[in-house]
């Protein structure tokens, strides 16, 4: 196989698992709405990027809740 492949989707998983850390984190510690979790999570991102930022955070949110992180009741205030 592509050993160059399989690193480059390594690296990317990993990010992607920080990402979803930083956001499980904001959450936990009171983050109001998704915008407030974009601002925080997303802060090397350039804010024209943000409405897809959005996008993720909230898919994450989905996400945390059926893997039983945070509260559905949570996740359904921050996606309402």
Known sequence: GDV??????????????AREASI???????????DAIVHLVY???????????RLSVESVCVKLAKDGRIPTATAERLLA
Do not use: C, K, N, Y
Request: zero cysteines; proline letters at 3%; aromatic letters at 0%.
């Open 4 to 17: 160059r492949g399989t690193g480059v989707l390594l690296e990317q998983l990993a990010h992607r698992r």
């Open 24 to 34: 499980a984190s904001t959450i936990e510690q009171g983050a109001e709405d998704i």
């Open 43 to 53: 802060r090397d991102v350039p804010a024209a990027m943000h409405a897809l930022a």
